[in-house]
């Protein structure tokens, strides 16, 4: 502790050097900042939550449509809880840049097979009531100041409705929350009937809960055995894998943005490393200096070190405050995209101990040269 | 007066490649508390192997070494550590101080080493800064000081602690004649007033001249007499 300033001024001996340094840190725990969350994003997020549910969609593409009458069929069977049907509907709010998530649901088996997305019974009724109604998800409502009674209108850009209009209007009965960001839920009874010709009778994708979670496996071959030979075959998937076929589909973010992050802190290990090596040959009589005046071989070692992962943790720091500042208009800007743009408090957690260990591993180096160093060698040196 | 160093029949041995070095040979030497030794001899003779020896900073081959009570040769690294930190103070030819630490901090260096609360640091430091004649000094980097007053600034940390032995190496070695003698009065005040004792290697004889004794070293031996009164030394090394 006493050491500090001294572990201070050597951090900035060389200003240039180090600000270099710092610079390429901090760039890159912004990298790994952004990257994670793209790749938390798509992934969904690890959660214990619907466990049993499961995603049925069309075998070949998860764009192809299912028949409707598919969700009684699975309703009856026994293996099945529960099942709810979501369709793509996409649009956007007044200009094409406010896009968001809209699904049009049945509203019962909706909240009753995502009981994590908390609704009011009141707003739920109203939503099953009106037909023409419409629940944002808060962090939706919030972006657009809309309150329960609002006219929203969606302007459509795949689903026109039977009277040749594409901006269809909806009436905000209320919020639900909802920890993925932006949703919007429309009642399908209604999309369905007011659809052009075209739409009418498909589903995007079934959700169901099985009624015995780790038989989930045979309920899953089950369904997809009653639609093998139809002109729709299905393919069931838990949510967790469906999340992330979701996730391959779309390039594998999780994995390329993982070797992103490795390349870059390879070459991070690498500069820096090689900085540090290069600062702590110059340092070499200063170090027998203070060996000399009696510090001990693992004191210095110890300072070198220290000096290492400082410079590592505030690169990190920076790097980490910038991607949190960066966030929310990321958020607001992505989150159509990949659902929620998260930067996490676990992220920022996770990036500084990712700092720490970089630093531990370019100082190991200097550290142990430090720590070995004898007094007359280094001495006669100079 | 007290023996504080003692040193019987000392070798030093280095290996350069497979080949042995004998650097000093059956060493024998004795000072007394308070006494100013100049240690002269060509380049290469083992002078500052010596001083090292004595100083602490490496174990000889064979041998005792024996300064102000503790005995180096058995000594373990740890234990030598605290001793030098605590009895020697150490001044370079070329001053070794930190240049990312102004003047002050690197007075206060070896005293980090101790218990002195943060107040008693500086204002120990600001004395040992005084007595070398650079208090006004104190907020100067190395880099910003000449040379004779970055060896002051050597000279208060090795004092700081206040060490009863001082060991320079060829501490003028880089100075011009009007600066040395200026660093060699200081010593010899820190020598009369203070009671330090000092080893000193030079190659200059004014400079030994400062010194009460000055004793010359040869392809690692011990060879002259001893010039004045009061050190004892035992026989065998006095003789060339
Ligand atoms: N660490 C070492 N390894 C090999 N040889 C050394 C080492 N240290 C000193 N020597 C050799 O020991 C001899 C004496 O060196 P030194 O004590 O520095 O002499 P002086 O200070 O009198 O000039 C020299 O020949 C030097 O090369
Ligand atoms: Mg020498």
Redesign the interface.
């Known amino acids: 502790m ?2 500090i ?2 572990l201070w ?2 951090m ?2 060389k200003p240039t050097r180090t600000s270099l340094t710092f610079v390429s840190l901090v760039i890159a725990f912004l990298l790994f900042m952004l990257l994670r969350a793209i790749s938390d994003a798509f992934s969904g997020g690890v959660s214990l939550e619907g466990m049993d549910r499961i995603v049925i969609d069309s075998k070949y593409s998860m764009t192809d449509n299912l028949p409707l009458s598919y969700v009684q069929q699975i309703r009856s069977l026994d293996e099945v809880d529960q099942v709810t049907s979501m369709s793509w509907f996409g649009g956007y709010y007044r200009e094409p840049r406010n896009s968001f998530a809209t699904y049009p649901v049945d509203p019962e088996s909706y909240f009753d097979i995502f009981p994590e997305q908390l609704i009011s019974a009141e707003t739920l009724g109203r939503f099953n009531n009106i037909r023409v109604s419409a629940v944002a998800s808060e962090a939706l409502a919030a972006q657009y100041g809309w309150n329960p009674g609002d006219t929203i209108p969606i302007i459509q850009d795949i689903f026109p409705q039977e009277n040749g209009s594409w901006t269809w209007q909806f009436e905000l009965a209320g919020t639900f929350e909802y920890s993925g960001g932006q949703l919007l839920l429309i009642n399908y009874d209604y999309f369905n009937e007011a659809v052009i010709g075209w739409g009418k009778d498909q589903v995007g994708w079934l959700v169901g809960r099985v009624a015995d979670p780790p038989e989930v496996d045979s309920t899953i071959q089950l369904i997809d055995g009653m639609f093998e030979n139809s002109s729709d075959p299905t393919r069931s998937t838990t949510e967790d894998e469906y999340r992330r076929q979701f996730a391959s589909q779309l390039g594998d973010i999780g994995t390329i943005s993982g070797m992103i992050l490795m390349a870059v802190f390879f070459t991070i290990i690498l500069l820096t490393g090689n900085t540090a090596a290069q600062a702590f040959a110059e340092r070499v ?2 170090l ?10 693992l004191s210095v070692a110890a300072l070198v070190l220290a000096e290492a992962v400082a410079l590592c943790v505030c690169g990190g720091m920076v790097g980490v405050g910038i991607a949190l500042l960066l966030e929310p208009g990321l958020n607001a800007n992505l989150s159509e995209m990949v659902g929620s743009f998260d930067m996490s408090g676990q992220s920022a957690l996770y990036a500084l101990g990712l700092a720490t260990l970089l630093g531990l591993i370019i100082g190991a180096y200097p550290a142990i040269s430090a720590k070995r160093l ?3 060698d280094a ?2 040196e ?1 | 007066m007290s023996e504080l160093i003692r040193c019987t029949n000392v070798c030093k041995e280095y290996l350069r490649g497979a080949e042995k070095v004998e650097v000093l040979r059956n060493v024998d030497l004795s000072v007394k508390r308070g006494a100013f030794i100049a240690l002269m001899g060509p380049s290469g003779s083992g002078k500052t192997t010596l001083l090292n020896l004595i100083g602490g900073l490496d174990a000889p081959t064979s041998g005792e070494i024996e300064v102000d009570g503790l005995r180096l040769d058995s000594a373990n690294a740890r234990s030598l550590a605290s001793w030098r930190a605590q009895s020697v103070g150490f001044v370079f030819q070329f001053y070794n101080l930190l240049p990312v630490l102004n003047a002050q901090r690197n007075v206060e260096l070896p005293l980090l080493l101790t218990d002195l609360s943060r107040s008693e640091r500086h204002k120990n430091a600001a004395l040992a800064l005084d007595i070398v004649g650079l208090s006004d000094r104190g907020k100067h980097k190395p880099g910003e000081l000449s040379g004779g007053q970055q060896q002051r600034v050597a000279i208060a940390r090795a004092l700081v602690s206040d060490p009863c032995l001082l060991v320079c190496d060829e501490p003028t070695g880089d100075l011009d004649r009007t600066t040395a003698e200026e660093i060699l009065e200081l010593l010899q005040t820190l020598h009369r007033e203070l009671g330090k004792t000092i080893l000193m290697v030079t190659h200059d004889p004014k400079a030994a001249n400062r010194a009460e004794y000055t004793l010359h070293m040869d392809k690692g031996k011990l060879v002259s007499t001893v010039e004045g009164p009061d050190l004892e030394l035992e026989p065998a090394r006095t003789v060339a």
């Open positions: 006493k050491l300033s001294l001024g050597n900035f001996r009589p200063e027998a200096t203070m060996k000399t005046l009696g510090f001990s071989d004898t007094i007359v001495l006669r100079r």
